[in-house]
């Protein structure tokens, strides 16, 4: 053979171990921030926002840190629905049709058109494409 073989090692990562060190680089970005309405509880032992991705793994979406926001909790619950997506310029965009849902307490809907909070390092900025994933097969398809 004219080539050596590539010594390679494959390692098999766990589910949970896989997701909390996605969750913990994505959190770590964001300084433990919601991207979306700057609320932070952190401790030692508890943390509010969660390491959301953009497109889902059940979707085949990556571990990239550019495939994730950090998102409280029932802000993420609404982006995974498509109540809301994030706009190339790194806004909230309402989707007109969750307006007609009923509605109390609910500031989300306040925060149509404001730009996010990104990790000061631009590289982790969410990946455009991703975005434009999210925007096509979550947002467009949101129905009542």
Request: net charge neutral.
């Amino acid at each position: 053979m004219p080539f050596e073989e590539v010594n390679r090692a494959v390692y098999t990562v766990t589910r949970q171990k896989r997701d909390a060190a996605f969750a913990r680089i994505v959190l770590d970005n964001y300084g433990y921030t919601c991207a979306v309405t700057g609320l932070r509880f952190q401790s030692r032992n508890h943390t509010e926002a969660h390491g959301a991705h953009i497109i889902g793994k059940e979707e085949r979406g990556t571990d990239d840190p550019r495939n994730g926001l950090a998102l409280s909790r029932s802000v993420h619950w609404a982006f995974d629905q498509g109540i809301f997506t994030i706009s190339d310029q790194y806004e909230v965009v309402i989707n007109p049709k969750a307006r007609a849902a009923t509605i109390a307490s609910f500031p989300l809907m306040d925060m149509d058109r404001k730009k996010i909070f990104l990790p000061k390092d631009a590289y982790y900025h969410p990946h455009p494409e991703a975005l434009a994933w999210h925007k096509s097969e979550v947002f467009d398809r949101f129905t009542l």
